[in-house]
């Protein structure tokens, strides 16, 4: 028995030591090979908003915001900068929340989140996509928080493959051309899509659904109140694109959700959701991916939000 | 509970180290907790069933065992089999035949609505039914002695590194290990990690990564091009035995961990020249199990040629049905003993070598892939869609081309090289245990096979979700 255990703790070190070595190999020698894709807009975004003076705005959320939003539009109407550090939504409300941590906050800036649902399991949910996010940029590890790096480690594997076979034979999956929305290139300075899909998507029934309000959720977010008061500046929730049509359940359930989340939030909500209700026809994907004019129309409701706001506040 | 899961990589460890701390007294009794802890983390209420199960073919092998006369011991043998079976049939088969019933009803311009359950099958339950049965019977036989304590019985039949999924085992081979005396052999004891590992290997690397594929092509049958669904099909073939086979290693390298050894459940199938072969190498246990319960006591093979091949048929069919209750099982089943009649015919007793060997196995192999149509789908009626466009293709090559299931993909490429070293695996399979092979080469070469595995296995299989097991439906 003891020779057995001896041997399993061998093959474990061994097995560390391989593991050491891959990072190692990854790190000085593989590098990050994902960086032409929808992913690493994000690194343009951190470059923005290090080079901005004075007070900002940061937009927090997942790909309704770089997907919805005329951040210039906005820039231009609230007489401040914009940064859009919206992203994918499969790095899950938890990941693309942290963001805020990465914008080195000051004085006067107003962080506004823009989520679709407001219940998660406080998980990232595709850990392969997070990795090939964070790649190797140290500055983006500070998003990884110690509950995720389960997750992480056990997609790690599979993206170390992807990196070597990417950078042998320049084929990945999750890298597109770079005439797709999808590629860093298609994203203008502030972090919005600039380069959409010609097309109208077509709802059906379920395809807009009510938000929830969770309570680990909101336990996060009034965390991350804190976090953003405490370096002097705001956290505001505001509306996202609820498409709207034959298949929109009735407003008084999106009203309901509304009391729900003002009740439970610490932070103020300054938006009444039923004012995004937008048209199916300025919807050209989802979750909740609007053409250009829809981005216009969710962007002028948020400034009349914003200025509403300020207004009492200010 | 999931052999492919991080609760399970937890839970085996303790077990093990709790196991050979004990006195060998003592041991049975933390299998039993721990078993029965792994089958409640699936659905607690269900082992119940299990329970229920366990005391009817305990109490009826004893009272088999007390009563001299014939007439006594048969009439508990068969309230044992009815409750066993009746309990299996509620839960996996009423649905099955009341809607049968009525659609045949219907053909008589019969209407009514079929009675249905609403009843989640629970894991495994074709299994543990199949393996309490046995022992029922063998005490009828009096090839085996009624176990009196209960709880020792109960471990036999919960024993959870083949609860789930097999091997059913027989009462002669796992019964006395439970609590004969064991001192603990490293050998034994690696030699389960590494087979454990290979399991993992076939499961994570090659069933869920082909699933994919396979899935896409049955939903999508009428946008798929005939290569598209060719693969999809041989994929299926890989997927399922890899899955399975997967399974039994798994379970039986867990096994050896607490030095009780389970019977191998399968031998490199795929190298078989016939059907009738492959069916002594394809899920052994179920076929052994078929073969001393159902074909021997229906005749078996002494009688007259016609009666040989009605109890083949017979077999094969309830074999079909014990797999899923849905016709498709049934047919899948049908064409299996269909094929061994065939054969018989055509090859007799016959040796066969060299290019006749060949085109034997080439014969088992189309055959196989083409029966996994029938196992695959959800119906007959897909299954026909299936097949009628995978030949009408064959007979237009031009719709081979353009696939869909994005075949061209380097995801595809590594799932094709990992079946090529199956394939390997397996050819040396059947003439020698290249686990052992592998174990006795040098250090350095060893555990660089091994490192290999474990960081192939971490990053080829899905990164997200921890798939069950095809074979827990069952």
């Known amino acids: ?314 | 509970m999931l052999f492919n899961s991080l609760k399970y990589g937890v839970f085996l460890p303790i077990v093990f180290g709790v196991y050979w701390v004990l006195p060998n007294k003592f041991r049975w009794i933390l299998l039993l907790a721990a078993s029965y802890y792994f089958y409640m983390s699936w659905n607690p209420k269900y082992v119940v069933l299990i329970f229920l199960t366990t005391i009817v073919s305990y109490l009826a092998a004893l009272l088999v065992e007390k009563y001299e006369d014939k007439k006594h011991k048969k009439l508990i043998l068969v309230t044992a089999l009815i409750v066993c079976l009746g309990i299996l049939f509620v839960f996996k088969y009423f649905n099955f035949f009341s809607e049968t019933a009525v659609s045949i009803l219907s053909i008589f311009s019969i209407r009514l609505n079929p009675v249905t359950l609403k009843l989640v099958l629970p894991v495994g339950i074709s299994f543990y039914t199949f393996q309490t049965i046995s022992y029922v019977i063998d005490v009828y036989r009096g090839d085996v002695k009624a176990e009196r304590n209960f709880g020792i019985y109960a471990t036999f039949i919960s024993f959870f590194p083949q609860l789930v999924a097999g091997p059913i085992e027989r009462t002669r081979n796992l019964l006395p290990q439970i609590t004969s005396e064991k001192k603990f052999d490293y050998t034994s004891a690696t030699y389960g990690l590494k087979l454990m590992a290979w399991g993992f290997f076939k499961k994570l690397v090659l069933a869920d990564v082909t699933a994919g594929y396979v899935d896409t092509a049955f939903l999508t049958i009428e946008s798929c091009t005939g290569l598209d669904l060719l693969a999809g099909l041989v994929f299926f073939s890989v997927q399922i035995y890899c899955d399975f086979s997967g399974y039994s290693d798994i379970a039986i390298g867990t096994a050896r961990l607490f030095g009780i050894e389970l019977m191998q459940n399968f031998r490199s199938p795929f190298f078989s020249t016939s059907v009738k072969e492959l069916w002594t190498r394809w899920h052994i246990s179920l076929s052994n199990w078929f073969r001393d319960y159902v074909y021997i006591p229906l005749g078996g093979s002494r009688c007259s040629r016609c009666r040989k091949h009605f109890n083949l048929l017979v077999t094969f069919l309830l074999s079909g049905l014990w797999h899923g209750a849905n016709l498709t099982y049934v047919v899948w089943g049908g064409m299996n003993g269909l094929a061994q009649i065939i054969e018989e015919y055509i090859f007799g007793k016959k040796v066969l070598k060299g290019i006749r060997k060949f085109f034997s196995w080439i014969w088992v192999l189309v055959f196989w892939n083409i029966t996994m149509i029938f196992f695959r789908a959800e119906s007959i009626s897909q299954a026909l869609l299936y097949g009628g466009k995978l030949f009408g293709a064959l007979r237009y090559p031009s719709q081979f081309r353009q696939t869909t299931l994005g075949l061209d993909k380097p995801d595809c490429m590594y799932c094709l090289f990992f079946m090529l070293v199956l394939f390997i695996f397996d050819y040396f399979s059947v003439k020698t245990d290249v686990i052992k092979w592998i174990s006795e080469k040098k250090p350095v070469l060893k555990w660089t096979v091994y490192i290999l595995l474990i960081w192939v296995i971490l990053a080829f299989m899905p990164p997200v979700n921890t798939s069950e097991f095809v074979y827990f439906q069952f």
Not at chain 1, 96 to 115: A, P, Q, T, Y
């Open chain 1, 1 to 314: 028995m003891v020779q057995f255990i001896k041997k399993i703790l061998l093959f474990l070190m061994l097995f560390f030591a391989t593991f050491v070595l891959v990072l190692l190999v990854d790190y000085f020698f593989v590098g990050n090979q994902h960086l032409g894709n929808y992913q690493a807009s994000l690194l343009d975004k951190i470059e923005r908003f290090r080079s901005l003076e004075g007070s900002r705005i940061i937009l927090i959320g997942n790909s309704n915001l770089p997907f919805g939003m005329n951040s210039e539009m906005l820039e231009k109407e609230m007489g401040m900068p914009v940064v859009n550090m919206g992203l994918h939504g499969g790095l899950g409300s938890a990941f693309n929340s942290n963001m805020v941590k990465l914008s080195e906050l000051r004085e006067g800036d107003i962080v506004i989140l823009s989520l679709h649902t407001y219940d998660d399991n406080d998980e990232i949910e595709d850990p392969s996509l997070a990795l090939i996010t964070i790649e190797k940029h140290k500055e983006l590890w500070k998003l990884v928080r110690f509950k995720d790096l389960y997750g992480i480690a056990k997609a790690y594997p599979d993206y170390f493959k992807d990196c070597i076979m990417y950078k042998f034979t320049k084929y990945d999956d999750n890298i597109p051309e770079e005439t797709t929305s999808y590629s860093r290139s298609a994203f203008n300075k502030y972090g919005d899509i600039e380069r959409r899909f010609e097309n109208t998507f077509q709802f059906y029934p379920g395809s807009v659904g009510i938000p929830g309000v969770g309570d680990v959720c909101m336990e996060r977010i009034n965390e991350l109140n804190k976090y953003v008061k405490e370096r002097g500046a705001v956290l505001l929730i505001a509306g996202y694109p609820i498409g709207y049509g034959e298949y929109t359940p009735p407003l008084s359930e999106f009203e309901a959700f509304e009391k729900e989340l003002v009740e439970k939030s610490e932070c103020e909500v300054i938006s009444h959701f039923t004012d995004y209700l937008i048209p199916y026809e300025f919807f050209y994907d989802t979750k909740y991916h609007l053409n250009a004019q829809g981005a216009d129309m969710r962007t002028m409701q948020l400034i009349k939000d914003l200025k509403k706001w300020k207004e009492h506040n200010m």
